[in-house]
């Protein structure tokens, strides 16, 4: 039997590389994001469209949530691993913080969450199977100033995790976050350009400041390394890790 993974924010960074990682282990993916025709079109050209689904998708529409899972159920028939990967970034202090981007935040990445997971999750139920894994981050168990959106969705993201995986302790599903560090994509590329710009310096020395200033292993953090985890994840050996927010932050929360 091949499983099915859907995932949102799957055209790009975090979410695209787990879409690889499980096409190679020969899942069926469904993908969806906000992505431009041109790089849509590329995109589908990197996998069969026997086994992908892969979707230009603004995922803070409740509309947009139902579609997405409901065209992923009506190709794969079946959803097993839900991967919640959508998300967005913004820094400025909170009296400056606007009430505009603060909703977008929110809704992003904490209410399309919820949503998908209560549009997945009587799936899973019916095949008695299932795993769903939030990506969040290492502000979901920490913050930083200036990211009041981001921390405090991210922390939502991880009690909303601890809340399906108590729900589904009986069940054959499990429910967990990971929470990387700073890995190099295109949103932590947006903030060092920001700080780059800010601080009238080079992006390659704001780029070493900044994991100076927080990994103590002085590496980013490799989309594989998430992705691999992810994987673990799904496996029966991790049947029993539900409810658990796995770090992976190159030191930056053992200071």
């Given amino acids: 039997m091949i499983k099915t993974i859907i995932i949102t924010g799957g055209t790009s960074g975090i979410g695209l590389d787990i879409a690889k990682y499980f096409y ?9 994001g906000i992505i431009k025709n041109s790089l849509l079109n590329s995109l589908k050209k990197k996998f069969s469209n026997k086994k992908s689904l892969i979707l230009n998708l603004d995922l803070i529409k409740r509309k947009n949530i139902k579609k997405f899972v409901f065209l992923s159920r ?24 606007s009430d505009k981007i603060w909703e977008y935040i929110i809704s992003i990445n904490l209410n399309t969450p ?6 997945t999750l009587p799936i899973m139920r019916k095949n008695n199977w299932g795993r769903i894994i ?14 009041s959106g981001y921390v405090s ?6 009690g909303l995790t601890k809340v399906v995986a108590l729900e589904t302790a009986k069940e054959n ?3 967990n976050a990971i929470g990387p560090g700073f890995v190099m994509t295109e949103l932590v590329k947006k903030q060092i350009k ?11 020395k704001a780029e070493a ?42 030191g930056w929360t053992a200071q």
């Fill in 194 to 204: 920001k700080l780059a710009k800010k601080d009238k310096m080079s992006f390659k």
């Fill in 24 to 32: 190679k282990k020969n899942y069926n993916i469904a993908i969806a």
């Fill in 153 to 158: 969705s991210k922390h939502g993201l991880v």
């Fill in 74 to 97: 009506k190709k794969f028939k079946r959803i097993d691993v839900l991967i919640n990967c959508a998300g967005r970034q913004h820094v400025a202090p909170l009296c400056n913080f």
């Fill in 173 to 175: 599903i499990t429910c």
């Fill in 134 to 147: 939030n990506i969040s981050s290492v502000h979901g168990s920490i913050a930083s100033e200036n990211k």
């Fill in 209 to 250: 400041n900044l994991i100076k200033e927080k990994h103590p292993s002085k590496n980013f953090i490799k989309k594989n390394d998430v992705s691999s985890l992810v994987y673990y994840l799904t496996s029966d050996e991790a049947s029993q890790i539900t409810g658990s927010n796995l770090i992976i932050d190159g």
């Fill in 114 to 119: 919820f949503f998908m997971i209560k549009e």
